[in-house]
């Protein structure tokens, strides 16, 4: 059963998330010295957790919260930049230096254009998933992703992701992601799957 995070559960699901990532490259990129992105790599996570709260899910596997993911439908209405600003922007600027956020926000406005460029009409978006390092290999990003694609499969939609981690590509083709797009970004590559759901597979048949 999947749990839905709350106000409460932020710092340590950033925790855990900035554990997952800590030598993830685009994550080295905006915070290069390693010592200083063990401090901070969690405040970035605040913040893209808090925005996933406005504009999507962020689900965790149990309130023990082994693994997080954050899940966004294209379709649903943006939140206001006054929310943005309050939520996620100003405790990004208290918590991080200035240089490393600008890098941060020059990614995420650069992912965002290579996306409308891509994708066209309705998807969803799997924008991050990670598991705790002691819960790795033992299942729960199996199950996080199986629960929701299972949610997805009602509807005609595809669902998309990104990885600069080659070596991911093999397990999310488990789940019927195909590559789709590929381009580079800050000397690293950014792979693009997506998945056609069950439902538009079965009207073509």
């Known amino acids: 059963m999947s749990y839905y995070i709350n106000k409460n559960d932020i710092r340590s699901a950033s925790q855990v998330l900035g554990k997952s990532f800590i030598d993830y490259p685009v994550f080295s990129f905006i915070l290069p010295d390693r010592s200083y992105r063990e401090r901070k790599i969690e405040f970035l996570?605040?913040?893209?957790?808090?925005?996933?709260?406005?504009?999507?899910?962020?689900?965790?596997t149990s309130s023990m919260l082994e693994g997080i993911s954050?899940?966004?439908?294209?379709?649903?209405?943006?939140?206001?930049?006054?929310?943005?600003?309050?939520?996620c922007l100003?405790?990004?600027?208290?918590?991080i230096d200035t240089k490393s956020v600008f890098r941060f926000i020059k990614i995420g406005?650069?992912?965002?254009?290579?996306?409308r460029g891509i994708l066209k009409?309705?998807?969803?978006?799997?924008?991050?998933?990670?598991?705790?390092?002691?819960?790795q290999n033992q299942g729960y990003a199996r199950r996080m992703i199986e629960s929701k694609l299972k949610e997805y499969d009602n509807q005609p939609n595809p669902c998309y992701l990104e990885t600069s981690d080659k070596e991911n590509l093999f397990f999310y083709e488990k789940f019927n992601f195909r590559l789709y797009h590929e381009y580079q970004l800050v000397a690293t590559n950014i792979y693009c799957l997506l998945r056609e759901s069950k439902l538009t597979e079965n009207n073509y048949r």
């Open 109 to 115: 406005f650069v992912k965002a254009k290579a996306r």
């Open 45 to 60: 996570f605040t913040f893209l957790i808090n925005l996933g709260m406005l504009s999507g899910e962020v689900i965790a």
């Open 70 to 87: 954050i899940w966004i439908d294209s379709s649903s209405k943006r939140p206001s930049m006054a929310k943005i600003l309050w939520k």
């Open 90 to 95: 100003i405790p990004l600027f208290l918590n």
């Open 121 to 135: 009409g309705h998807y969803f978006l799997l924008d991050i998933i990670g598991v705790n390092p002691i819960y």
